[in-house]
């Protein structure tokens, strides 16, 4: 008992380092992102930006000097123009917080793809597109759902298709679940415990735990990226160790009662080890389906 106490003390301090490290170097995490894919776009020159909402904040153009001058014109005079009231573009007039947007876009197949990102980028925000014609490409407003995500503009209707974000949610749940059974399962008979006898406790329980971390740790992921995910994600984890070891103490049958906590902790640290080298392949997958 005493061993068991001394360990969870040690897991303790050392999730607290990890999380005071995590604050120091939370910079190198994935910033706001958000790519603009076009069906069927222009086969004449455009500019496409993104548009926000202004209040009584100061900002500028987050395009150079030279990368102004080396705009046209007489096109970029027709965007101004387009411009409805009460709405800005982010990159051409600014935004309060730095961020960075690709006007002209890059050809991608048969689409064409801008990508805007950095912290400024608006949560709030709609597409405008103007042609060099004077053809214009207004959307709706639409929010941002996750840190990094994109969205499909069909030029063509004029329609945008925005991926659901609760998609990738439950994607990421099914793949972790499945995960997570089958490693804390292969567990469960090498500690001795016969699968027929015990499978509903255990797969019960796994399922209430992967709930509660798909509503912390990948909803986190998902909307504020892997360095908060792995803060929240330490707590999280903890309170799944007691719980699972509890539970299982509880209603597993066929070992002892030490076994049975034995194979609590065990289990949920081998996972939270997986867990951790495996949230950022877990948080690219997220965003592939953003």
Same mark, same amino acid.
């Not at 490290?21 to 500019?47: C, M, W």
């Not at 490693?183 to 735990?209: D, Y």
């Given at each position: 008992?005493?061993?068991?106490?001394?360990?969870?003390?040690?897991?303790?301090?050392?999730?607290?380092?990890?999380?005071?490290?995590?604050?120091?170097?939370?910079?190198?995490?994935?910033?706001?992102?958000?790519?603009?894919?076009?069906?069927?776009?222009?086969?004449?020159?455009?500019?496409?930006?993104?548009?926000?909402?202004?209040?009584?904040?100061?900002?500028?153009?987050?395009?150079?000097?030279?990368?102004?001058?080396?705009?046209?014109?007489?096109?970029?005079?027709?965007?101004?123009?387009?411009?409805?009231?009460?709405?800005?573009?982010?990159?051409?007039?600014?935004?309060?917080?730095?961020?960075?947007?690709?006007?002209?876009?890059?050809?991608?197949?048969?689409?064409? #793809?801008?990508?805007?990102?950095?912290?400024?980028?608006?949560?709030?925000?709609?597409?405008?597109?103007?042609?060099?014609?004077?053809?214009?490409?207004?959307?709706?407003?639409?929010?941002?759902?996750?840190?990094?995500?994109?969205?499909?503009?069909?030029?063509?209707?004029?329609?945008?298709?925005?991926?659901?974000?609760?998609?990738?949610?439950?994607?990421?749940?099914?793949?972790?679940?499945?995960?997570?059974?089958?490693?804390?399962?292969?567990?469960?008979?090498?500690?001795?415990?016969?699968?027929?006898?015990?499978?509903?406790?255990?797969?019960?329980?796994?399922?209430?735990?992967?709930?509660?971390?798909?509503?912390?740790?990948?909803?986190?992921?998902?909307?504020?990226?892997?360095?908060?995910?792995?803060?929240? #994600?330490?707590?999280?984890?903890?309170?799944?160790?007691?719980?699972?070891?509890?539970?299982?103490? #509880?209603?597993?049958?066929?070992?002892?009662?030490?076994? #049975?906590?034995?194979?609590?902790?065990?289990?949920?640290?081998?996972?939270?080890?997986?867990?951790?080298?495996?949230?950022?392949?877990?948080?690219?997958?997220?965003?592939?389906?953003?």
């Amino acid at each position: 008992m005493k061993e068991q106490k001394r360990g969870l003390i040690s897991l303790v301090i050392l999730s607290l380092l990890f999380c005071a490290l995590s604050v120091v170097f939370a910079d190198i995490g994935p910033k706001d992102q958000l790519t603009v894919r076009l069906d069927n776009p222009p086969d004449e020159p455009y500019y496409l930006d993104l548009l926000w909402q202004p209040g009584e904040e100061t900002y500028s153009s987050e395009l150079s000097q030279e990368e102004l001058a080396s705009l046209d014109p007489e096109l970029l005079a027709e965007f101004e123009r387009a411009v409805p009231e009460g709405w800005a573009p982010a990159t051409l007039g600014g935004v309060p917080l730095p961020m960075w947007g690709d006007l002209v876009g890059q050809q991608q197949g048969d689409q064409r #793809r801008h990508i805007f990102g950095y912290v400024g980028l608006p949560e709030t925000c709609r597409i405008l597109l103007v042609t060099e014609s004077g053809k214009v490409i207004l959307t709706e407003p639409f929010t941002r759902r996750a840190l990094q995500s994109s969205v499909t503009l069909d030029c063509a209707s004029g329609d945008l298709y925005q991926p659901p974000a609760a998609l990738a949610l439950g994607v990421v749940f099914l793949v972790t679940l499945t995960g997570t059974l089958l490693l804390e399962g292969v567990l469960l008979l090498l500690f001795g415990f016969p699968l027929r006898a015990n499978w509903k406790a255990f797969v019960l329980t796994n399922l209430i735990t992967q709930i509660g971390l798909a509503l912390t740790v990948q909803l986190t992921l998902l909307t504020a990226g892997t360095i908060n995910a792995h803060l929240i #994600r330490i707590p999280a984890e903890l309170v799944i160790l007691v719980f699972e070891t509890l539970v299982y103490r #509880r209603f597993l049958t066929g070992q002892s009662v030490r076994r #049975r906590t034995a194979y609590g902790i065990c289990a949920n640290l081998v996972s939270w080890v997986a867990g951790f080298f495996l949230l950022g392949p877990l948080y690219d997958f997220m965003v592939s389906l953003c």
